[in-house]
């Protein structure tokens, strides 16, 4: 039986009573960074409101970011989740003379944290199958892929929030053998879910154990890792890619936490070799999270559906990941984010790139008047994901942008 709250929402709703993502928000007449969590189509002002929280929780939600409650515990972000469900729950509604609440179209959305580092896995196991085919077709995953989980350290320097346009990168690239430089011809998204990292600082050369890597995951978002394939195809060899992938990175600016989605948890995906025991775990840590891409483009009359997978074809759990990362001494920070990679399907449907759905450029996608290889610049991209419960669901909201060329 779906929770009740005394603010209105369909059963479609991406935040139900059951999810209460956390956002950093402002105001047209109130410039403050301030803490929100989002329910229904209202955001639920945490600096503002009266009576949620006593000490210290009530000082952590005066912050501008949430870098303090990220870099508390893991039993504090439970206790901090049961004291605003209880505040909206229905049997509650005298709070709602207490309350102040945003309607979700007026606020303006910002990174929730000044991230520090920013980590990229390549955890898709038919992502990584299917673009190994087109690269190196007798070979197409590197004896190392099954291994352990394969990631490259991008910038966090260029990741923004859903809605800040994306400026069309200039790079080197090959044109006929021979080197040019200019605007991208390959621009490329990748459908990505990525988690914040929470909890104490760990040592330098105290790696974290499979076993509590958990209690470093505070929750996840849609992450975009926007590619320039022309770019990357000649500068990869033999360090991998640098200015086609660090030019923009959106995330969607609602966190969903891990108690949201522990209800979703799947069985993790069968590896097909036994790993090495520090990335060994029993334990599920997969998760049933439905994902789509679509595209409008100026001209058309609709959104067209581009990509429908779902997170739990990733090879690596999150768990798998933090392991690896702080093995060999590496320290991780509350508020670095760890992305999973373009996450892809075994159907054709359920590629999450273009240069994989398209076969490399050679295969366009039908769309109406349109055949899409590559983005054109006025293209909206929009990643969006969900969690499917009995008469509720749990939605990490949209991630959205709109490609313009470089003035």
Known sequence: MPLKSYISYSTESNFPLENLPYGVFSTKNDPIHRIGVA??????????SKNI????LYEIFQQSSLHSLMASSKDTWSLARKLIQSYLSIENVENLEKAVFWDQNEVIMHLPVTIGDFTDFFSSYYHALRCGMLLNPLKPLGENWKNMPVCYHSRSSTINVSGKPVVRPNGQYLVDKKVTFGPTKMLDYELEVAFFVGGTLNSPAEPIPVSKASEYIFGMVLLNDWSARDIQMWESHFLGPFLSKN??????????TMEALEDFKTDNFKQEHTPLEYLLHENKFNFDIHLSANICYPGSQQNYTICETNFKYLYWTPLQQIAHHTVNGCTLKPGDLLSSGTVSGPKDEECGCLYEKTNGGKNPIELGDRKLTFFEDGDTVILSGFCQGDGYRIGFGCCSNTIVNRV
Request: charged share 20%; no cysteine; proline share 8%.
């Open 53 to 56: 929280f006593d000490q210290p």
């Open 39 to 48: 329910i229904g189509e209202k955001v639920l002002d945490l600096k503002n």
């Open 247 to 256: 030019f923009a990175t959106t995330i969607s600016p609602w966190i969903v």
